[in-house]
T-cell receptor, first 115, second 113 residues
Framework: DTAVSQTPKYLVTQMGNDKSIKCEQN?????MYWYKQDSKKFLKIMFS???????INETVPNRFSPKSPDKAHLNLHINSLELGDSAVYFC??????????????FGEGSRLTVL | KQEVTQIPAALSVPEGENLVLNCSFT??????LQWFRQDPGKGLTSLLL?????REQTSGRLNASLDKSSGRSTLYIAASQPGDSATYLC????????????FGKGTRLSVIA
């Protein structure tokens, strides 16, 4: 059973297009995240959601819009894609603060290539 | 603001060697610290999680230590094997809560048979 799953795994698209990446976790966690790993392999937090509510929004262009229909899902929609958006996007989840170890579980990543 | 630094950036060792990967963090008011492994083109696999009240955690040939006062953690790998070749990432919480994690840039390990 996959704990954190992302789709699609690979996405190749043209500049200016709009695309979405979906994430689902079956761990019963309350908190979900989107991280971006750039070409230099550096992982950086983009968004954090707790119980469907946005709690952290780092300095990310507003072309990126996360949506959490329920606490098991966190999708990422990107408008007007740019070359610099090419990266691997990782979804992650963690249990509520104080209820567990705080361990973070990651999906396999979605590699986005903008041409 | 939490910053995590890992040294060395890359390390190449012959099979069988014991090795230490280093991680330092600037904000010591952390709830926990986590070590991950990333294989090329793959996601992150959690290796060890050390709570702030612990000084070390062990899993098989891996041992991670945490010294909050000095802002340091080490990952010790005993009797390295070619299958250990991967990038090892250290991550600490951004704030005094437990999430989100701030990552170091990783240490790329190559174990030569």
């Amino acid at each position: 059973d996959t704990a954190v799953s992302q789709t699609p795994k690979y996405l190749v698209t043209q500049m200016g297009n709009d695309k979405s990446i979906k994430c689902e976790q079956n761990l019963g966690h309350d908190t979900m995240y989107w991280y971006k790993q750039d070409s230099k392999k550096f992982l950086k937090i983009m968004f954090s959601y707790n119980n469907k509510e946005l709690i952290i929004n780092e300095t990310v262009p507003n072309r990126f819009s996360p949506k959490s229909p329920d606490k098991a899902h966190l999708n990422l929609h990107i408008n007007s894609l740019e070359l610099g958006d090419s990266a691997v996007y990782f979804c992650a989840s963690s249990p509520p603060t104080g209820s567990g170890t705080g361990e973070l579980f990651f999906g396999e990543g979605s590699r986005l290539t903008v041409l | 603001k939490q910053e995590v630094t890992q040294i060395p950036a890359a390390l190449s060792v012959p099979e069988g060697e014991n090795l230490v990967l280093n991680c330092s963090f600037t904000d010591s008011a952390i709830y926990n610290l986590q070590w991950f492994r990333q294989d090329p083109g793959k996601g992150l696999t959690s290796l060890l999680l050390i709570q702030s009240s612990q000084r070390e955690q062990t899993s098989g040939r891996l041992n991670a230590s945490l010294d909050k006062s000095s802002g340091r953690s080490t990952l010790y790998i005993a009797a390295s094997q070619p299958g250990d070749s991967a990038t090892y990432l250290c991550a600490a919480p951004a704030t005094s809560g437990n999430t989100p994690l701030v990552f170091g840039k990783g240490t790329r390990l190559s174990v030569i048979a």
